[in-house]
């Protein structure tokens, strides 16, 4: 079965200070997607990321990077020089594969990053 | 630009009540989920469809219906509501092709069984 562990449920920084959010997944899939949502706290989800488990090569955006390592079923998330904006919980997820594609989903529990003015 | 429209976005219901959580997408997606979010926790699957007519169950599907009977709309009904059902709702979609396509969210509806 497909598991997602977001071993972080809290992290609370200075504004300024960089951030890394954890995420380890399991999956007997050879192609699978990662992702990671944003939930601010009005309570949507907003699409971060995702990546397939062919390309290995970090990713930046801005002031977000992510880690993708399959040697260690990782793919961290780290936000540099935090804002307050950034304060939510956020959840790394897994596709997983079905007889109609890599569709259905598994969250982590979340990381809740809290980010003190 | 709707993208995915929940109503009601609030409710609360009595034991043994029933009712329906409305969902509709207006971007041409195949593919349209239901979660429930509690307290502190992932969101958990509980139904997912491919397309008009075509549904399956998720990881928490008990006490729950669906039916997809146009691409636009995804019906969630709760038939006799427990306390258990007490949490955040959201519906999603994507596009049917190619793999692992990100998933849109709706803005959750908030459902409380007393």
């Known amino acids: 079965a497909q598991k997602v562990t977001q071993a972080q449920t809290e992290i609370s920084v200075v504004e300024k200070e960089d951030v890394t959010l954890d995420c380890v997944y399991e999956?007997?899939?050879?192609?699978?997607?990662l992702f990671w949502y944003k939930q601010p706290p009005s309570g949507e989800l907003v699409f971060l990321i995702r990546?397939?488990?062919?390309?290995?090569q970090n990713e930046i955006s801005g002031r977000y990077s992510w880690n993708f390592q399959k040697s260690t079923s990782s793919f961290n998330f780290t936000i540099t020089a935090s804002q307050v904006v950034d304060s939510a919980v956020y959840f790394c997820?897994?596709?997983?594969?079905?007889?109609?594609?890599?569709?259905?989903?598994?969250f982590g529990t979340g990381t809740r990053l809290t980010i003190i003015p | 630009n709707a993208g995915v429209t929940q109503t009601p976005k609030f409710r609360i219901l009595k034991i043994g009540q029933s009712m329906t959580l409305q969902c509709a997408q207006d971007?041409?997606?195949?593919?349209m989920y239901w979660y429930r979010q509690d307290p502190g926790m992932g969101l958990k699957l509980i139904y997912y469809?491919?397309?008009?007519?075509?549904?399956d169950k998720g990881e928490v599907p008990n006490g729950y219906n669906v039916s997809r009977s146009t691409t636009e709309d995804f019906p969630l009904r709760l038939e006799l509501a427990a306390p258990s059902q007490t949490s955040v709702y959201f519906c999603?979609?994507?596009?049917?092709?190619?793999?692992?396509?990100?998933?849109?969210f709706g803005d959750g509806t908030r459902l409380s069984i007393l």
């Open positions: 971007m041409n997606h195949n593919y």
């Open positions: 990546r397939n488990s062919f390309d290995e």
């Open positions: 469809s491919v397309g008009a007519g075509i549904t």
């Open positions: 999603a979609s994507s596009k049917n092709r190619d793999g692992g396509q990100p998933q849109h």
């Open positions: 997820a897994l596709s997983e594969a079905t007889t109609f594609g890599n569709e259905k989903l598994t």
């Open positions: 999956t007997r899939d050879t192609t699978y997607y």
